[in-house]
């Protein structure tokens, strides 16, 4: 299944893309796409559903986080062997995590703000993760069975703030705005290996990532098991589990992003997402 939240900010509903890539309101079978609702159970219960018997939503329709709710937004750093390279860092002996903060979390189609006193706002296409199961102290092998689905995230990024100033990253990756998820939840049966999915990233037009996630250093069993060995990862968190080359931190000469751009990224199976890019007095959003 293909599993998205649409309508205006604060006032979304659930719903689903049906087999012809209509949106439907699956608003009277469960109030939101949050963490009680994304169990296996509960999602074999919305698969059940003769989705022709729902309402059609329109296709212009605002399309929200694809997830509500989220507890924790947990992302991993320099997780491809790729990236690592073009950014000079070793790859790392264990995974490096950060936070970005649950205020950063947008739709998928929503402005990017830079934010007051940024030079070097950044762009990362990444495989998003959302828990649908309690993962505490969980094996690689069953790992997988704690997993609602998948959805592309950009982890937008301030490299001044992240990397030149004291302190860790988490501030330069926390900015509102800056966790566009969606535009769907896509359920595993979808995805028949999520480590071979093509992923790429363009900034008016111009493609700057072009990787795959078979290049992840540390795949998404190792990480779930990881993660679960230091916190308990519950219904609704999303893990963002890094990105391929091609960031403008590593490019030569670096690229940052500008007001009036534009970026559009996607996923294999995933969908794609849209971001104009506004300066923080320009955002008609807020």
Not at 1 to 29: C, Y
Not at 51 to 57: A, D, F, K, Q, R
Not at 65 to 77: A, E, L, M, N, Q
């Given at each position: 299944?293909?599993?998205?939240?649409?309508?205006?900010?604060?006032?979304?509903?659930?719903?689903?893309?049906?087999?012809?890539?209509?949106?439907?309101?699956?608003?009277?079978?469960?109030s939101?796409?949050?963490?009680e609702?994304?169990?296996?159970?509960?999602?074999?219960?919305?698969?059940?559903?003769?989705?022709?018997?729902?309402?059609?939503?329109?296709?212009?329709?605002?399309?929200g986080?694809?997830?509500?709710?989220?507890?924790?937004?947990?992302?991993?750093?320099l997780?491809?062997?790729?990236?690592?390279?073009?950014?000079?860092?070793?790859?790392?002996?264990?995974?490096?995590?950060?936070?970005?903060w649950?205020s950063?979390?947008?739709?998928?189609?929503?402005n990017?703000?830079?934010?007051?006193?940024s030079?070097?706002?950044?762009?990362?296409?990444?495989?998003?993760?959302?828990?649908?199961?309690?993962?505490?102290?969980?094996?690689?092998?069953?790992?997988?069975?704690?997993?609602?689905?998948?959805?592309?995230?950009?982890?937008?990024?301030?490299?001044?703030?992240?990397?030149?100033?004291?302190?860790?990253?988490?501030?330069?990756?926390?900015c509102?705005t800056?966790?566009?998820?969606?535009?769907?939840?896509?359920?595993?049966?979808?995805i028949?290996?999520?480590?071979?999915?093509?992923?790429?990233?363009?900034?008016d037009?111009?493609r700057?990532?072009?990787g795959?996630?078979?290049?992840?250093?540390?795949?998404?069993?190792?990480l779930?098991?990881?993660?679960?060995?230091?916190m308990?990862?519950?219904?609704?968190?999303?893990?963002?589990?890094?990105?391929?080359?091609?960031?403008?931190?590593?490019?030569?000469?670096?690229?940052?992003?500008?007001?009036?751009?534009?970026?559009?990224?996607?996923?294999?199976?995933?969908?794609?997402?849209?971001?104009?890019?506004?300066?923080?007095?320009?955002?008609?959003?807020?």
């Open positions: 299944m293909k599993l998205l939240r649409f309508g205006a900010p604060g006032q979304e509903k659930p719903g689903i893309v049906d087999a012809n890539g209509t949106i439907r309101d699956l608003s009277s079978h469960l939101d796409l949050s963490g609702h994304l169990d296996r159970r509960a999602l074999e219960r919305l698969a059940s559903i003769d989705t022709s018997t729902l309402p059609e939503v329109a296709a212009d329709i605002r399309l986080p694809c997830v509500s709710g989220v507890g924790k937004f947990i992302c991993i750093g997780n491809y062997s790729d990236h690592a390279a073009e950014t000079g860092a070793e790859v790392p002996p264990e995974p490096v995590i950060f936070n970005k649950t950063a979390i947008c739709g998928p189609n929503d990017v703000v830079i934010p007051r006193n030079q070097k706002t950044d762009w990362e296409v990444e495989l998003g993760v959302v828990i649908g199961k309690t993962a505490r102290y969980v094996d690689e092998a069953s790992a997988m069975d704690h997993v609602a689905g998948f959805c592309v995230v950009n982890d937008v990024s301030e490299r001044e703030f992240q990397l030149e100033r004291s302190g860790t990253w988490d501030k330069g990756k926390g509102d800056f966790g566009p998820l969606g535009p769907w939840l896509v359920t595993p049966d979808e028949a290996d999520p480590h071979q999915l093509d992923m790429w990233l363009e900034v037009g111009k700057y990532q072009n795959n996630t078979r290049t992840m250093v540390y795949q998404i069993p190792y779930i098991s990881y993660l679960s060995q230091f308990s990862l519950q219904p609704g968190d999303v893990i963002s589990t890094g990105t391929p080359p091609g960031v403008g931190m590593g490019q030569q000469p670096q690229v940052y992003l500008k007001p009036g751009q534009r970026m559009r990224l996607g996923i294999e199976g995933l969908g794609e997402q849209t971001q104009a890019v506004v300066a923080e007095s320009d955002d008609s959003t807020r």
